[in-house]
């Protein structure tokens, strides 16, 4: 497994439209990887934050991947080969992760996108005939948004020992469907804290994986430090 570190900082009208149109911004990280891959989805495991600390350092995109991105492609072919930073590091995560431990515990910082889905098809009616798959409703309230985490650290391995949450973390972009472009807004927080893993079976799925929907739009990934 593979972190990486992506500065991009521009005046450029063009890089910052894709910056800003989170479907976009997915496929051109996408793209600094290499091509041919069987299944891209699974061979990848790709998660990405986007994160923006002070105008002058521009973004950074955090991104955890199976497979190395091509560095070169980065500099050279990328979207951000015109910016007037355009930075990319990489390392080998995959001993750090394996060094997780049960007995110690572990700052961590996550974008999700908390929601619950509603109208969603019953039993009765999809057997007969009837599907809905309802419509995702992101959650705001602090003590829902830390009681959806609460039932996540179950679900993945992990107690909650402290807990903050965050700014708002909105993403928008814009889906074609049927020759038209649909602008598409999902809201999601930053969480960070200290947990402790119960289950490294299960957390190490939940690294790899993510937790939480939205993960093609910078949602779900989890970053760890030890603390102490």
Same mark, same amino acid.
């Given at each position: 497994m593979y972190l990486s570190q992506w500065r991009i900082r521009a005046d450029? @009208?063009?890089i910052l439209r894709v910056m800003g149109d989170c479907y976009v911004l997915h496929q051109k990280i996408m793209e600094i990887f290499p091509k041919g891959l069987s299944d891209r989805k699974a061979d990848l495991s790709l998660l990405y934050r986007v994160e923006r600390r002070a105008p002058e350092e521009g973004?950074?995109?955090f991104i955890q991947s199976k497979i190395e991105p091509d560095r070169d492609f980065v500099s050279t072919g990328s979207f951000a080969k015109g910016g007037e930073v355009n930075e990319f590091q990489t390392k080998k995560y995959s001993t750090f992760i394996s060094?997780? @431990?049960t007995d110690r515990l572990y700052g961590f910082l996550i974008h999700a996108n908390p929601c619950v889905k509603k109208g969603t098809s019953t039993r009765e009616a999809r057997l007969s005939g009837e599907k809905n798959n309802g419509k995702r409703i992101a959650?705001?309230?602090?003590?829902d948004l830390a009681f959806w985490l609460e039932l996540k650290s179950f679900d993945h391995g992990f107690s909650l020992q402290e807990l903050s949450i965050g700014e708002k973390v909105v993403k928008t972009g814009y889906k074609r469907k049927d020759g038209e472009k649909h602008r598409i807004t999902c809201e999601g927080c930053a969480f960070s804290g200290i947990l402790?893993?119960?289950?490294?079976a299960l957390f190490l799925r939940a690294v790899e994986n993510g937790?939480?929907?939205g993960k093609a739009f910078g949602y779900g990934l989890l970053s760890l430090a030890p603390v102490g």
């Open positions: 450029s @009208s063009r973004h950074i995109i060094s997780l @431990s959650i705001k309230k602090y003590n402790q893993i119960t289950d490294k937790i939480g929907p």
